[in-house]
């Protein structure tokens, strides 16, 4: 439980990137799993020797199980599966959304998680131990116009992550998500240029008055895939600022 191996996807930039950084520092071995061309140096930078970047499209089968046998080869078996990689949608209102649109989506963000959890928990069986993390959305708990297909898309992985935390729970397994607030990434502030204004926004309807960083999630990450919460299994915890509470 001390050293294991961790696999993060969409590992390359903004809030898996930072995931990856704190899971190396709390001493585990760390596979990043991403599309991006970056996603090589992401690795080498963060930690050379007990980082790995593999290019893999999470969202294929049989990219995913390539991806999970080469992990297991070079750093040994998995026992931790933070599934992080998205896409944020459209973002145009939903009756201009096309069905190429919608199940690009649900592939990116719900297939690859059930495809990397799939292959995750194989290997964490051997373990008789094992950690899943799922990223889902504070839009889960809000709504947010223009985004049905990202929405959809995080509201589903709640709904995953709770029947498989039922599923493998008696082998040891726990399996919980995090819905992040307005956390800026470079993502984020490709998006919305206007910065001044989120944080403005945010600061009117959150409790704690600042933007949410990749350190705050990663932080949560990191407890979850520790000996503290051996025993929280099925949960959702949101890291919003006081955003939503429920």
């Known amino acids: 439980m001390d050293s294991q191996v961790a696999v993060v996807t969409g590992g390359a930039r903004g809030i898996g990137r930072e ?6 520092g709390d001493g585990h071995r760390v596979a990043i799993l991403d599309v991006l061309e970056e ?3 992401t690795a080498r930078a963060l930690e050379p020797e007990r980082c790995r970047g ?5 969202s294929d089968a049989d990219a995913v199980e390539r991806a999970f046998a080469e992990v297991a080869d070079g750093l040994g078996p998995v026992g931790i599966v933070v599934n992080n990689a998205a896409l944020t949608g459209v973002h145009r ?7 190429e649109d919608w199940d690009r989506t649900m592939a990116v963000n719900l ?3 059930f495809l990397c959890s799939r292959a995750g928990v194989e290997q964490m069986r051997t373990l008789g131990w094992g950690r899943v993390v799922n990223i889902s959305s504070v ?3 809000t709504g947010q116009r223009h985004l049905l297909d990202y929405v959809s898309s995080k509201a589903a992985i709640v709904g995953l992550t709770r029947t498989l935390a039922r599923e493998v729970g008696p082998e040891g397994i726990t399996v919980n998500a995090i819905s992040p607030g307005s956390i800026r990434t470079e993502a984020d502030l490709a998006n919305f ?5 989120i944080d403005a926004q945010q600061a009117a309807v959150q409790a704690i008055p600042r933007r949410g960083t990749p350190e ?5 990450v990191s407890f979850l895939c520790g000996p503290d919460a051996s025993f929280m299994t099925g949960q959702l915890l949101n890291v919003d600022g006081g955003w939503q509470m429920h």
């Open 139 to 141: 839009t889960f708990l």
């Open 216 to 220: 705050d999630v990663a932080g949560v």
């Open 54 to 58: 593999l290019r893999a499209d999470v």
């Open 93 to 99: 209102p939903w009756g201009s959304l096309t069905v």
């Open 19 to 24: 995931i990856a950084r704190r899971l190396l």
């Open 111 to 113: 297939r690859s998680a």
């Open 193 to 197: 240029p206007d910065q001044t204004a």
């Open 39 to 41: 996603t090589e140096d």
